[in-house]
């Protein structure tokens, strides 16, 4: 049975409470597809310009990947004003290791469990890609000894440079992302140190695990060649990555539109790339 005939599952979902703060706890939300083992796992990190949104954004992409097998965990986190940058990074590098503890309870091998982050949220889940055991971002203790490593990603039209975007949104006076910046990243400084470009244009030593990378041509929420330059940058630096662009396509349009023609390419080609491992 090749890619295109493999078969599809019906999905359950529930949500979960991977960790406590404060109190208080955070969810995720887990899907599973029903009579599936083997298949991978997907850390799902949403995007939202890191001050809004939640783990039921990307529901339909999370619902593809699960019906081709993958179990998907669709994380909440802590952002703006509760807490800014980089405290939603160590929720994320938490979500991914809880999925790794608890991954042979849902018939998923540790070692085969990825990530997909979208926006703001591409940006937050490469920080774990390329450094997962930062001590900043694997600083939220848990049992098992796992780390944040990922067997692979998948990036939704990622602000791979939060310093590019915010000079787009400088120059174009768009306040309300300046605003988010200021929220969640407080300085320039701080945008250049997160900016998963500038951490492989530094020559830091990052871990790099295969992508795939969906970008849209009429995005005007990033620079027009932000998914270009890292793609480009990322195999330099050695790694592997399969950009997709698709013409005269928004921000997030998949999730705005998931019936259009290239929006059900995008998710064949997620499903595609999900089903290697």
Not at 137 to 143: D, E, S, Y
Request: with cysteine; aromatic share 8%.
């Amino acid at each position: 049975m090749d890619a295109t005939e493999a078969r599809t599952y019906s999905v359950t979902h529930e949500d979960i409470e991977y960790q406590r703060q404060g109190g208080k706890p955070v969810l995720a939300r887990l899907y599973r597809p029903v009579g599936a083992s083997g298949g991978p796992a997907i850390v799902e990190v949403h995007g939202g310009a890191w001050t809004s949104g939640d783990r039921l954004n990307n529901a339909v992409i999370a619902q593809s990947l699960a019906s081709v097998g993958a179990v998907v965990l669709s994380l909440d986190f802590r952002m703006p004003p509760e807490a800014a940058y980089p405290t939603s990074i160590a929720d994320i590098n938490l979500g991914i290791r809880w999925m790794k503890a608890h991954a042979r309870d849902y018939g998923v091998d540790p070692a085969r469990v990825g990530g997909l982050g979208s926006s703001s949220g591409g940006q937050q889940l490469l920080l774990n890609a390329l450094k997962p055991r930062e001590p900043r971002f694997a600083a939220l203790p848990l049992a098992g000894g796992f780390d944040a490593r990922l067997a692979f990603a998948i990036l939704c039209w990622p602000v791979a440079d939060p310093v590019a975007r915010y000079r787009m949104a400088q120059e174009k006076k768009i306040d309300r992302f300046l605003q988010a910046h200021h929220a969640f990243f407080g300085t320039e400084a701080a945008m250049d140190e997160a900016s998963p470009q500038r951490i492989l244009e530094r020559g830091e030593n990052v871990e790099m695990p295969p992508l795939l990378i969906l970008q849209g041509t009429a995005d005007d929420n990033l620079t027009p060649d932000m998914a270009d330059r890292f793609a480009a940058a990322y195999r330099k630096a050695g790694g592997a990555v399969d950009l997709q662009k698709f013409a005269g396509e928004p921000h997030m349009f998949v999730t705005k539109d998931p019936t259009t023609e290239a929006s059900r390419r995008a998710l064949a080609l997620m499903q595609a790339f999900v089903r290697r491992y």
